[in-house]
């Protein structure tokens, strides 16, 4: 029986994507596979997102790695979510965390019971419910507790880094589980002339690189699955009007937040994310409706510490790869498509993929039945995350400039429209498998942004109106209470993972 099985992957580009997929893959297949990574020190990473999920945790952790020992090693802050400031008009903001708001009862999720009060004139924000929410609000962090006496005392974080210190720790970590690095440029991609697979890539200087998979992480320009390949590409531009962003960082301005803020502008946002050593800064935004002059001065007049560097900007279409797998090829980062940084999804979606793989890893066949599963998660993920980010801009109350006033009115996705839809008439949150924001992001931003149902979940009617008044009393005093025993989140870091020397 002729040995069918995958000898050698081969990895193209580096940077954050590429150390994932090496770090994780290598971890979970070790030995039996040889792993090559081909990058070229020569050309430049993004390297614009520092922000994450709290996914990032589980995957760090799944290579034994310790929140402390990432914290130090990239710089990072803890994130408890992120603020959207004058998103919904240009006076407003809300908090989207981590975590839960309130505590479920009966089976019926909180936010049916603060409608129900609501509708009596109490017009407390949910977030005032939330653990995660309160500790940001009050620059406040600690660890979760592993045993929480309550749903009310559940709250996730995720971490602010720098992504190419990240990048660097998983290196070090996948080439000492046997990783082959090797520093050069891709001159050239051989094909099969019987099937159209990857064959090799030939480097410069003459070397010849083979592989039985190929994994694109090569950016923006998508080397392997793109230019070689010619795969296509979902333009996504119709909904997500921002296609280019200005990037500068900056000198810390006082304590660290424990959160990203996400400023709303006139033809985009601009994100602000603290680290231990710095702040990243960069303006999302649409280049039909500001020129990049403009924009690069609305971001450097919004910041308040002293510039680090010259403000770079770097063009972008919103969209997926027509197929994330083709023959042989998987897509993995900005190769597979581009999400604007406004839910820091970039990481996540690397993470996702690499679980894919690891999960429908092929052998040299490259079962057309395994790549079409996993062409079809990839593309309800990307399209689940695309809507919930078009919420973000459709759901506004700023009809002040024509970025706002086309969002505001535009056509959006039926399976967008459907989860309003039914959230508007009775607050039924709809969740699917391979989606990456789950109930409690979605009522985040749908009370942010005003949209509250009309109808409650009958089954809330079982309690009285004073008893739940009396509960929602007490939960806002003991989340008072914690948050006042809670340390600063400065506090937190200089004590627990503290970098020892500027990065």
């Not at 190769?335 to 970039?346: K, Q, R």
Request: charged share 20%; proline share 4%; net charge negative.
């Amino acid at each position: 029986m002729t040995d069918n099985k995958v000898e050698n992957v081969v990895i193209v580009g580096g940077g954050t994507a590429g150390w994932m997929t090496a770090a994780s893959l290598v971890k979970s297949l070790g030995k039996t596979v040889n792993f090559t990574l081909v990058e070229s020190s020569d050309i430049g990473t993004i390297g614009v997102g520092e922000a994450t999920i709290a996914t990032i945790r589980r995957f760090y952790a799944d290579l034994g790695m310790s929140d402390s020992e990432v914290i130090k090693a990239t710089a990072a802050t803890c994130k408890l979510g992120i603020e959207f400031k004058n998103w919904y008009t240009e006076d407003s903001s809300f908090f989207q965390p981590f975590g839960l708001f309130g505590q479920d009862l009966g089976g019926v999720g909180f936010h049916h019971y603060w409608n129900k009060v609501r509708q009596t004139g109490d017009m407390t924000d949910i977030g005032d419910y939330s653990l995660g929410v309160t500790l940001a609000k009050h620059g406040k962090f600690t660890t979760p507790s592993p045993n929480p006496p309550s749903t009310l005392s559940i709250f996730d974080w995720a971490l602010h880094f720098d992504a190419s210190l990240f990048a660097k720790h998983l290196r070090a970590y996948a080439e000492g589980m046997g990783v082959k690095c090797i520093d050069a440029k891709i001159e050239d991609v051989n094909l099969c002339p019987e099937n159209g697979f990857i064959a090799s890539v030939c480097l410069e200087g003459g070397a010849e690189i083979s592989g039985d998979l190929f994994i694109d992480c090569s950016g923006f320009r998508a080397l392997l699955i793109e230019k070689t390949l010619q795969t296509g590409f979902v333009d996504w531009s119709e909904w997500l009007q921002c296609d280019r962003a200005v990037a500068v960082q900056s000198e810390l301005n006082g304590e660290p937040a424990p959160y990203t803020c996400s400023t709303a502008h006139k033809a985009g946002w601009q994100w602000n994310i603290p680290l231990q050593h710095r702040c990243g800064n960069g303006h999302v935004y649409a280049s039909h409706h500001i020129s990049d002059d403009e924009a690069a001065h609305v971001l450097t007049s919004n910041i308040k510490g002293k510039l680090l560097d010259n403000p770079r900007m770097f063009k972008f279409i919103p969209g997926r790869r027509e197929k994330a797998w083709n023959k042989n090829c998987i897509a993995v980062g900005l190769s597979s498509g581009f999400l604007e940084p406004l839910e820091s999804t970039s990481i996540a979606l690397v993470e996702t993929a690499i679980e894919r793989i690891k999960l429908l890893f092929p052998d040299k066949s490259m079962s057309q039945g395994c790549i079409d599963e996993f062409n079809d998660m990839a593309r309800l993920e990307y399209e689940r995350v695309r809507d919930f980010i078009i919420l973000h801009y459709h759901a506004t109350g700023r009809d002040d400039s024509p970025l706002w006033a086309y969002c505001r009115n535009m056509s959006i996705p039926e399976t967008l429209a459907h989860k309003i839809k039914l959230y508007k008439e009775r607050g039924h949150l709809v969740k699917y498998r391979w989606e990456i924001f789950q109930p409690a992001s979605w009522v985040a931003l749908y009370s942010g942004n005003n949209i509250v149902p009309e109808a409650y979940d009958p089954r809330v009617d079982k309690y009285e109106l004073e008893y739940l008044k009396s509960s929602f009393a007490t939960m806002k005093k003991a989340l008072q209470d914690a948050v006042g025993a809670t340390p600063t989140h400065g506090n937190f870091i200089a004590d627990n993972c503290a970098i020892s020397n500027n990065a």
